[in-house]
């Protein structure tokens, strides 16, 4: 039965790739089918597991163009401090990359991010800054902007303005997709910076016009929005909304039900953001009546355990769901 | 009548509420009826043009209206409508 269900995707003696280093280890992510989360049978449910990247996330592939871009650019030197903020994957990415690169890096996250985020950043030698956790990440960008604007060592990697983040997705995870599943009709990712939207929309309207493009983003917790006015509100300068079709919020709580149901289903340990990814998956195909979706899971679940992401019952989990925690 | 959602930065210039029900046929005439019933609402949700402000989302049962047929985008008497300031994350 097993084998009827899922024919074997890797040829026997295939041979594994080998790479200079962990830098060019980066990307070529699998797609697998996960056909068990899609509501209609007549839409294929598709999942790239950027989880497999060297830190376990999405964010590698941003960490490397940045500090490429910065390197390339001549804006960082020797003395300089790499600087981002971040609520934990693009840090852990630029304080592994950035100390094998001989960088200081220095990480500004909100003080509610998950205890395994704190321990790989230090364990990747970064210096880690707090922001409030009730000001979200528009709290962390604010603080390391004025740090920037204060302290000329430290310079900004910028995954919020800087276009090589966009880029290196237009030019690595849009075509990874496309090769892998060239019949896709739409995809779905989460909606942080833009910069994955972003990348793949423009190499998708160009490789193939049509495809749609849905964005899946957080409602924030009550305890997360500590903003004074709407004034303080932020879009990312690399976010162009006219690239996307469609765009939901989904709850935090929805969110970690989704993840679960990814376990408990299809056996992927995956972080809450896949699971409102692959909820506003479901929600599309629902309105299809045939056709395929590939859906972006950003990262794993290993840095999400100790908030009890899989283990608590979600109605003793209010105060995180809230804003508590910063899932995302 | 829909129920509009507010964002707790919303709440301060609508007597602490969370959520109110509005009556109106489309997104433009459920934020006329929100800012008619706390006018001092007004500078924060509209620009001076009389659209949305920018940093203001509007979503019709999860999905943002930008992409429906935003402020004309039809309400019926069950949707909720979440009003949200711009977030960013990563």
Known sequence: MVASQAPATQAAGQVAPRFDGIDAAIGGTPIVEVGRLSPSPSVRLLAKLEASNPTGSVKDRVAKALIDDLEASGRIGPDSILLEATSGNTGIALAMLGKRRGYRVAVVVPDNVTTERRQLLALHGAEVIDSPGHLGSNGAIALARDLVARDSRFVMADQYANPANPRIHEATT?????????????FVAGLGTGGTLMGVARFLRRSKPGVRVVA??????????????????????????????????????????????????????AGPSSGAVLLVAARVAKEMSSGTIVALLPDGGWK????????????????????????? | ???????????????????????????????AGVVERHPALASQLLGPDGDLHRFVNVYLNGQDVRYLAGLETPVGPTDEIRLLPAIAGG
């Open chain 1, 174 to 186: 849009g075509p990874e997709i496309l090769a892998a599943v060239p019949e896709i009709d739409v």
């Open chain 1, 216 to 269: 899946a983003e957080p409602i924030p917790g009550e305890n997360v929005q500590g903003l004074r006015s709407m004034d303080e509100g932020f879009v990312p300068e690399i976010f162009d909304p006219s690239l996307l079709d469609s765009r939901y919020v989904v709850s935090n709580r929805d969110a970690l039900a989704m993840t679960r149901e990814l376990l408990a289903r299809e056996g992927i340990f």
């Open chain 1, 304 to 328: 999400y355990l100790s908030a009890g992401a899989y283990s608590t019952p979600l109605d003793e989990l209010e105060d995180e769901l809230e804003g508590g925690v910063a899932w995302w």
């Open chain 2, 1 to 31: 009548m829909s129920t509009v959602r507010l964002p707790a930065v919303l709440r301060a210039q609508a007597d602490g509420q969370k959520a109110i029900d509005v009556a109106g046929g489309t997104i433009r005439e459920v934020v």
